[in-house]
Nanobody, 131 residues
């Protein structure tokens, strides 16, 4: 059974930082593209960042470029999202998701990740940024 477990969310003041973790079991993360999405009530999940180990592609939403950094530690089978200079509009539930990094000889290319591209999902972790 595949499980993705997020942690690291919480309440932080604007301008602060948080690092979210996504620990995987049942899959080996270096064989999967990892993405972070976020969702606010009444809205769809929006892609925040994506990292594909098969071709090294990394993508960030324009709203987080220069502030968020995605990474992965293969030894820990854990992906991370380092969030700095947080703003109140970053408040959301953050989800990690995984998709095979290569299928039928094709590499997963990270660009503006969409929900339907990802097979496995975590339960989400709340991030709240206060003014």
């Amino acid at each position: 059974e595949v499980q993705l477990v997020e942690s690291g969310g919480g309440l932080v003041q604007a301008g602060g930082s948080l690092t979210l973790s996504c620990t995987a079991s049942g899959i080996t993360l270096n064989e999967y593209a990892i993405a972070w999405f976020r969702q606010v009530p009444g809205s769809e999940r929006d892609g925040v960042s994506c990292l594909s180990p098969s071709d090294g592609s990394i993508d960030y939403a324009d709203s987080v470029k220069g502030r968020f950094t995605i990474s992965s530690d293969n030894a820990k089978n854990t992906a991370y999202l380092r969030m700095t200079s947080l703003k109140p509009e970053d408040t959301a539930v953050y989800y990690c998701a995984a998709a095979p990094a290569a299928m039928r000889g094709l590499s997963f290319f990270c660009f503006k990740p969409r929900e339907y591209e990802f097979r496995h999902w975590g339960q989400g972790t709340q991030v709240t940024v206060s003014t």
